[in-house]
């Protein structure tokens, strides 16, 4: 929902507002609401958005398989062919 709300719609995702609603539309219950809404939820992304970016993260969406990092929507089919690869050589 708030990929959505964020890409989709180009809505403010760090408005109080639009988080609730996408939370809302995501049937979550008041405590998971007030539980993303608080200060220390916010420190803790700012806090996990700065150690991604030290691992060379730069942008959303992205994914970490074995230390290899795929960035975009468009290359989950890359990272699906990666992990097949490193399923299978694990299981040789």
């Excluded at 420190?43 to 942008?59: C, N, W």
Aim: charged letters at 15%; a negative charge.
């Amino acid at each position: 929902m708030v990929f959505e709300a964020m890409w989709q719609h180009r809505s403010d995702i760090g408005t109080r507002e639009v988080l609730t609603h996408c939370l809302i539309s995501a049937a979550l219950g008041e405590a998971v609401i007030e539980a993303a809404l608080s200060p220390g939820t916010r420190s803790e992304l700012v806090a996990k958005s700065m150690q991604a970016y030290a691992m060379g993260i730069f942008g959303v969406p992205s994914f970490v398989a074995h230390g290899e990092i795929f960035f975009g929507a468009d290359r989950l089919d890359m990272l699906a062919w990666r992990l097949e690869q490193q399923s299978n050589q694990s299981n040789s």
